[in-house]
């Protein structure tokens, strides 16, 4: 079963003039790493809020089409249901933390659902070792980091064990170590789990080497769904739409429009330099273009 | 030390074996008893045993230090209303000092307001010095209290916190306008407070759909009942076990703050006429 | 200190009133049309340090001087704002009025122009920053973020300070909103012949605009120099915790071809990849 499929999706928002998204179609494997990429007020929000429900519940305005949920219809899930199948973890580390402590936090989710306190132990226990927040248990959202705080978001939405993970902008407000702590994080998940995620980012860079599928959502239209070796092909289109790609695979496009480099683009820094070592080497070899 | 909302508590401390509820109990206890207590001898230990008990706590008694202007501002003006508009019953003794007519009685009752007003303040901040807003919503959980109340309050503890943090950052971007708060007319500082809702204001607005969405995403309900019409489970409550000496400090503290309003009310006890104190000053003015 | 320093700092250390030491005897001078980015890590004291350099923040000890201004100096506020400008990260923070006229005409207000001077001011940011006339009876609630980081900004500029910090001016922002920003940023200071400093942890922007980089490490500064020479060392970075632009590292992974280690773009490592492969 598909963890998302979409079908003719529109949405418009109460008092604007325009659809905010119109015409998606899109299905989502089971298990999948999703990236979504696209310029701010085209729609990226939008979609994904769609997939989570929070759209249409807590806006007015005008749905068209249907989101499935593995097989269930977000609009007739009530808010339990749609937390026990999916998670959200928003950009602003400070407005998700609503409780005086970090145990609190964690524990919110899975007292909504009712779970048995036993249940809830083992669980914080798990999450905890899983994103490393272990010492943190005890502190207040004062104490903490940016960074911290959002690792803790991360980690309530995981204790509520979602089969689909959504991720909207969650490094925009933290710095590069708080960034790379949460893409580790969720290199971790994808390696552990079987969750279906879907992280909604600028940072091209750091969210395309753990991708199965990129989105590229432009004008409320997904205008590319690819793996990333296919999806960096046409950079141009990219960078129109407002989208930059990592700076080693712009590179390798360049060679590769001179005819210098035949392989594929690749968004992983490692093969990034080792597809350029290899044409510096067949250059030193004096065998002209490979 | 661990940063409150409110000020600082201690990292470990023996009070920390008690629930929350029972704390709670001695904010009611230590809050209110004083307004049973005319008596100044009686509210000053009292003071006294308070900061013993704090000591025994582990609180840092520096961190007090910010309500000593507090305390001295309250004097000065008790004093100086008690003062220039004293209490005139009839054969109340009066002294001269200074050039200046004092009331003898009218003087000394301030004297013991004051004491008790000190007392009540100081069995408030040692509920604040001692427990996390964690446990104060604990406690009022234990208390039955419905969930959409306890969460209300939880969120706006939060929002408060957020809130002071912005108010930081504001003042800063006001200095960084030109604005010298410390050359400012006392007038125009009030202006400058009604400045802040503003933005204030506005960062509360954007954050409202933020924060509901995030409950909303996380299996939020305010009724506090699952799809199924359970309840939901609250979990840090178990945190903290309900033991039998809490039972017991419980109703002691009942006990005996009732136990001091029976004898205040029905048997004249904790007054100022049987005050030593007011003996021992009366004779020093040469009072009767 | 010589005619082209505007701000001069000297063994500054900022304690936080929790007993945090946030800088630790930093030394720093900051000259006339330059255009700095300060980087650094959450904690290494860059934020406290631009804070520093407008009088937001009082030195614990040091001295922090603006022209002749001591910033430790009692009521020196008004004249710093027409030195030094600060833009914070969050528009929110700054707006404090129902419209957009009263906002810009705010900070000249404060400092006592009067009613033509302000008036023409506010319209001079305005054109500079591009907020149009017919927005300034708007409640800046209700613009774009964009707009109101545009509104921010002019409020500043009607102080016609020398030097402007911005803190953070591409946070959250996708490629276009930053190159506009930006963009604005360095006319400002290529026409205008302002100082800009940028607070920032976006790598590719610092390479792509500021001339010179100041790295913050623990309180302290750990670099300091061209932009292009801070880059190249790796190490230095790596004990910030600091990691140059993926193109940089590119150039960098190739050293044992003879690859530049500086290369600050994709341009330029095109540039770079020309000259190896042809030697």
Redesign the interface.
Known sequence: MDAVAIRGLAWKYAGRSSFAIEEVDLTIPAGAFVGVVGPNEHGKTTLVSCIKGIIPHGFHGVWRGTVELFGEDVRALGSQRLAELSGFVFADPEAQFTSMTVEEELAFGLENLGLPVAEIERRLVWVSDLTGIGALWDKSPYEISGGQKQRVAIASALAMKPRLLILDEPTSMLDPLGKDAVFDLLASVKRETDMTVIVVEHNVEQVAPLADLMLLVHRGRVARAAPPELFFEDCDLLIESGVQPPQATLFLDRLKRQGRFPGKLSPRFEEDVAAVRDVLAGRARGGGTP | M???LLGVVPLTSPLYALHPLTRLATLGLLGMVSLFIDAPEVNIALVFLVFVYLRWARVDLSGLRIYLPLTVTVAVFMFAVAIAFPERTPGSHTFRFAGITFYAESLFWTFASYWRLMAMLLGTIQYFSTN???ET?VAIRALRVPFAVTYFL??A??SA??FL??MR??R?????????E??LALRDRARLYA??M??LF??A???T?????????????ITGR???G???????H??YPFRTRDTILCVAQGALLVAVAVARVGFGAFTVAHSPLRRLFLAAVGGA | MSDSVLISVEDLVYEYPDGTRALDGVRLEVREHEFIALIGQNGSGKTTLSKSLNGILKPTRGTVRIGELDTRSRGVTRKIVTQVGYVFQNPDHQLFNNTVHKEIAYGPRNIGLGHEEVEARVEEAARVCGVKPELFEEHPFFLTKGLRQRVSIASILAMRPRVIIVDEPTTGQDRRQSVEVMNFLRDLWERGGHTVIIVTHEMPIVSEYARRCVVLSRGQVLLDGPTREVFARPDALAQAQVKPPQITRLAQALGDHGVRGDVLSVDEMMEEFDRVTSS
């Not at chain 2, 359970?230 to 840090?236: L, Q, S």
């Open positions: 661990r940063r409150t996390r807003e964690r919503l939880s969120l503890l939060r916190g957020m943090e912005d950052i504001i800063e971007a006001e200095r960084a306008r030109g604005l010298d410390t050359s400045m802040y503003i933005p506005t960062i607005i954007r954050r759909d933020e924060i509901s969405n995030a409950l909303y995403a996380r299996g939020y309900t699952l799809a199924d359970g309840r939901r489970t609250d979990f840090i178990t945190r």
